[in-house]
DNA sequence: CGTTACTGTGTATGGCATACGCGGTACTGC
DNA sequence: GCAGTACCGCGTATGCCATACACAGTAACG
């Protein structure tokens, strides 16, 4: 799975950053990794992530099952490389010169934009930290963002990984919201509803005083406002904690 | 799959809310709901949850496969009944009348206390708005210590998931960070030293020059401290946040 | 006491990832 | 030019999976 035939380097890891040679000893090859995985990312985008399979992968992008085996050593590679190249690099963001809120802000948003353009490759089992090329590019540009607010390497690095989190998270569950009301054919107001009528089917007041409070209030009955909101608010949170932690002990730079 | 067959709810709630009657028409049930669950849990905590397929669990408790499908309508649905019964419900938590700030603390802490106690079952593929019992008391035990914020129902509602995917994000690395050098027989520090090691291999800096300040100030070589270290950090931040939102007003609009 | 609804279960289906080995191909070194 | 060799695409086979379906047995109900 995680063997180490070249570099010392995961398989899957150097194809993604290209490091894989190819001596051209044997034919030329017919397929190329990135027509795999574009066809892979196709079926995906029209039919979801359970339709991605080999067989259906390799019909795709005219071939057999067994031949995408000489390209990615396995289905879990495939998804990540998917992942990687979906993401794309980070586009061109402001600097901090005018501000860290203001570009930590840009980023995390310009994050959510390129996670939402594939939200349902969030959905794919992948572990592990950051490695492939753009997610790498990601954090550079995010850790750009951060100068000025005077925090450690380690404390960068934390912070990365909760907003990406953050974000994955929140586009992630929005997918799903979405999709749920796709299945079900009804509006997504509806689905919301629907949600708040079995809370209050299930619950009873004397149980559930908090809940049922707010089930009172009419949260799940009326507009749901844009998905935008709930976003908003947590990264304001987030970007308000940030502050009384710079404030704090900000030191200008490390 | 979301079938409603007696109540206008879909069947794997039901189950989990004790809401399915069962007539007493043939023989004696062999098995029972929560036996199967447990079963399940038992062979997903020894041997983690790719482990849990019908059959191990149908001969962990002492039936044929297909005897499970009397109890429980899909996999999917006994994966949500397995996470709801290992969540169990919150225990006594301090009440809001020491100050809102300790009884959200104490509240996140004591939900990742819950979710580390089965890290493994975070991987399941499972979606959809809270529902199950044991998760819906935590729902309202979040928002019992939310009281004093000033908070209108949707911010509470969205606070409580954004509290939850936070703890729940962090356990999950973390286990993955763990299964990882369980994996490789390192120590965790290792795996670390590693993933730095690969950075460095990796990126060149001149295209990462943030990133390479990081990596040779050592912050991937060093002691990384208790994993405790970064949650606490990401939940400071994030309840410095909402102190800043209390202070401005509490309620954003209604 | 027959009817009926529910029980556990054996078998079958269709899907999946992927190991293995074959015959063919294009470059390498002589 | 020619063997050797390393790689190509692919057919086949294995073993796993969830689950649909039918069947015979069982216990309550009328």
Not at 204 to 214: K, M, N, Q, S, Y
Request: aromatic fraction near 6%; hydrophobic fraction near 45%.
């Amino acid at each position: 799975m995680s063997e180490e035939p070249d570099g010392g380097l995961p398989e899957s890891i150097e194809l993604a950053w290209g490091l894989r040679e190819r001596p051209g000893k044997g034919p030329k090859r017919a397929l190329s990794l990135k027509g795999i995985i574009d066809a892979a990312v196709r079926i995906g985008s029209a039919e979801g992530l359970e339709a991605v399979s080999m067989s259906r992968v390799a019909a795709e992008a005219g071939a057999s099952t067994m031949a995408l085996y000489r390209y990615v050593p396995s289905k879990n590679a495939l998804l990540s490389l998917m992942l990687d190249e979906v993401m794309g690099g980070p586009p061109r963001l402001p600097g901090p010169e005018e501000g860290w809120r203001a570009a930590l802000s840009a980023w995390v948003w310009a994050l959510r934009a390129t996670m939402r353009r594939n939200p349902w490759l969030l959905r794919a089992p992948i572990t592990g930290p950051p490695i492939m090329p753009n997610n790498v590019r990601w954090m550079e540009a995010g850790l750009r963002a951060m100068r000025g607010m005077g925090l450690d390497g380690g404390a960068r690095i934390s912070l990365i990984i909760l907003l990406s989190n953050y974000v994955r998270s929140e586009v992630r569950m929005t997918h799903e919201l979405a999709t749920a009301f796709q299945e079900a054919s009804t509006s997504e107001s509806e689905v919301v509803r629907g949600y708040g009528a079995m809370l209050t089917a299930l619950t009873d007041p004397g149980r559930f005083p908090e809940l049922h409070a707010i089930l009172e209030d009419g949260v799940f009955e009326g507009a749901v406002g844009t998905p935008d909101d709930d976003f908003v608010f947590g990264l304001e949170t987030l970007l308000d904690g940030l502050e009384a932690l710079v404030r704090r002990g900000g030191a200008p730079d490390a």
